[in-house]
Protein backbone atom coordinates (compact mmCIF):
# COMPACT_ATOMS: atom_id res chain seq x y z
CA UNK A 1 0.00 0.00 0.00
CA UNK A 2 2.81 2.51 1.05
CA UNK A 3 4.36 2.08 -2.51
CA UNK A 4 1.38 2.57 -4.21
CA UNK A 5 0.57 -0.57 -5.44
CA UNK A 6 -2.73 -2.13 -5.84
CA UNK A 7 -3.11 -5.46 -3.96
CA UNK A 8 -5.27 -8.68 -4.31
CA UNK A 9 -5.71 -10.87 -1.29
CA UNK A 10 -8.34 -13.18 0.51
CA UNK A 11 -10.89 -12.53 2.87
CA UNK A 12 -8.84 -12.83 6.05
CA UNK A 13 -8.84 -10.80 9.18
CA UNK A 14 -9.36 -7.36 8.92
CA UNK A 15 -8.59 -6.98 5.37
CA UNK A 16 -12.02 -5.87 3.40
CA UNK A 17 -11.69 -2.87 5.49
CA UNK A 18 -8.55 -1.65 3.35
CA UNK A 19 -8.23 0.21 0.46
CA UNK A 20 -6.11 -0.25 -2.58
CA UNK A 21 -7.30 -3.68 -3.09
CA UNK A 22 -9.56 -6.64 -4.63
CA UNK A 23 -10.90 -9.21 -1.98
CA UNK A 24 -11.03 -12.48 -3.99
CA UNK A 25 -12.79 -15.50 -2.95
CA UNK A 26 -10.97 -18.53 -4.65
CA UNK A 27 -8.46 -19.36 -6.99
CA UNK A 28 -10.71 -18.12 -9.80
CA UNK A 29 -11.70 -14.95 -8.73
CA UNK A 30 -8.11 -13.89 -7.57
CA UNK A 31 -7.09 -14.79 -11.27
CA UNK A 32 -9.79 -12.70 -13.00
CA UNK A 33 -8.92 -9.76 -10.19
CA UNK A 34 -5.27 -10.03 -11.40
CA UNK A 35 -6.32 -10.22 -15.07
CA UNK A 36 -8.51 -6.62 -14.37
CA UNK A 37 -5.62 -5.44 -12.71
CA UNK A 38 -3.17 -6.21 -15.58
CA UNK A 39 -5.75 -4.98 -18.34
CA UNK A 40 -6.75 -1.85 -16.51
CA UNK A 41 -3.96 0.83 -16.11
CA UNK A 42 -6.81 3.13 -14.47
CA UNK A 43 -7.67 0.92 -11.74
CA UNK A 44 -4.11 -0.20 -10.90
CA UNK A 45 -3.67 3.43 -10.41
CA UNK A 46 -6.77 4.18 -8.46
CA UNK A 47 -6.43 1.16 -6.25
CA UNK A 48 -2.50 2.54 -5.92
CA UNK A 49 -3.47 6.16 -4.67
CA UNK A 50 -6.18 5.15 -2.33
CA UNK A 51 -4.10 2.44 -0.25
CA UNK A 52 -1.00 5.24 -0.83
CA UNK A 53 -3.26 7.84 1.11
CA UNK A 54 -4.69 5.74 3.87
CA UNK A 55 -0.97 4.50 4.73
CA UNK A 56 -0.01 8.46 4.76
CA UNK A 57 -3.69 9.38 6.54
CA UNK A 58 -3.06 6.72 9.24
CA UNK A 59 0.60 6.80 9.82
CA UNK A 60 -0.01 10.88 10.06
CA UNK A 61 -2.31 10.45 12.92
CA UNK A 62 0.19 7.96 14.87
CA UNK A 63 2.70 10.85 14.08
CA UNK A 64 0.99 13.62 15.79
CA UNK A 65 0.09 10.90 18.46
CA UNK A 66 3.60 9.86 19.77
CA UNK A 67 4.58 13.57 19.41
CA UNK A 68 1.72 14.37 21.89
CA UNK A 69 2.70 12.00 23.93
CA UNK A 70 6.21 12.78 24.11
CA UNK A 71 5.48 16.51 24.87
CA UNK A 72 3.32 15.60 27.67
CA UNK A 73 5.80 13.30 29.15
CA UNK A 74 8.57 16.05 28.61
CA UNK A 75 6.01 18.26 30.65
CA UNK A 76 5.74 16.11 33.07
CA UNK A 77 9.40 16.04 33.86
CA UNK A 78 9.87 19.31 33.66
CA UNK A 79 6.82 20.65 35.64
CA UNK A 80 6.35 17.50 38.29
CA UNK A 81 2.93 17.15 36.91
CA UNK A 82 0.57 14.21 37.54
CA UNK A 83 0.62 11.45 34.53
CA UNK A 84 -1.40 12.25 31.89
CA UNK A 85 -4.57 10.83 31.21
CA UNK A 86 -4.87 11.29 34.79
CA UNK A 87 -5.89 8.06 36.77
CA UNK A 88 -8.49 7.71 38.96
CA UNK A 89 -7.49 5.97 42.34
CA UNK A 90 -10.13 4.52 45.23
CA UNK A 91 -9.32 5.95 48.54
CA UNK A 92 -8.77 2.39 50.56
Not at 42 to 48: F, H, M, N, W
Not at 64 to 83: D, G, H, M, P, W
Request: aromatic letters at 4%.
Amino acid sequence: MAAEKPFVTTDVGIVRELPGGIVADGEAEIAAALGRLHEDESLRYRLGKEGRAAILRDRSNQIIEETREELVRELERKSNLQAWPPTTTKPS
